[in-house]
């Protein structure tokens, strides 16, 4: 019997070989023992397993962490997902939340934001590289999965077209710059969350939040270790990822707050 296939597949031996593909232009997929087709893909469906000139492959959905890490195009360095995953969650981005981001890159965070704030929520990018925009658009597709997705080819410096943000996302080259903005696009008790990749950067930006409304919550850095899948010989992988980047979250204060005094 022959499956609908989902708009993208994982195709893998679950070893070195590792491959996102997209079914709507599919013809045929080449792999290191020879190539399958999208008819044969049809047939083995989701889940399934098959074999190539003796070699084991398995066929899989393509799920959030395959599209970020394998499955768009990069200009720019990606953020990782032991720092996605950590963001989404610090900056309490669920559905139905708005949430903004700069700057974009390739759109890494922005696809993992969209999904999670689905269908109710919105995502508000801001991109002033102006050349990256059709690499974000290509990478955000198919277009009605990210409906919800507002892609501005603009700095935040010229402004930010919203207000009473749930949450706003800052990994751009000196975010020091553009917390006057940010600040105002919040709602009070909104969330501030910054990845700088120097401690330069965040030592000036730990001083510059100082002379806004912001209640700094946690600077922080995170790690990921992964493991060989041999139950008889079980070890650390050889290589891990290391430094990527220093992350700042913060809540919005109101304005004025400084203003008031304890009645005595």
Known sequence: MTADLPSALVITDNKKFRRVVRTDDLETVNLPSGGVSREELAQIGVGGTFFKNGKKYHVLDCDAHDRVMSGIK???????????????????????????????????MTLLMSRAVGNTGRIYTYEKNAQLAGRIRKNLQPAEDFANVHLYTRSLEEG???????????????????????????????????????????????????????????????????????????????????????????????????DFQENT
Request: aromatic share 10%; with cysteine; glycine share 10%.
């Open 160 to 258: 930010i077209c919203e207000t009473g943000l749930d949450a706003f996302f800052l990994d751009v080259r000196d975010p020091s710059d553009v917390l006057a903005q940010v600040s105002a696009a919040l709602k009070p008790g909104g969330h501030l969350g910054v990845l700088v990749p120097t401690a330069n950067q965040m030592t000036k930006l730990l001083w510059t939040l100082n002379n806004y409304p912001f209640l700094v919550t946690e600077a922080a850095e995170t790690y990921l270790r992964t493991y060989k899948l041999n139950p008889s010989r079980f070890r650390p992988q050889d290589r891990m990822v290391g430094h990527t980047g220093y992350l700042l979250f913060a809540r919005a204060l109101q304005a004025e707050s400084e």
């Open 74 to 108: 990069r200009d720019t360095q990606i953020i990782y997902p032991k720092d996605a995953g950590y963001i989404l969650l610090r900056l309490d981005i669920f559905p139905g939340k708005s949430v903004g981001e700069a700057g974009t890159g390739s759109g890494g």
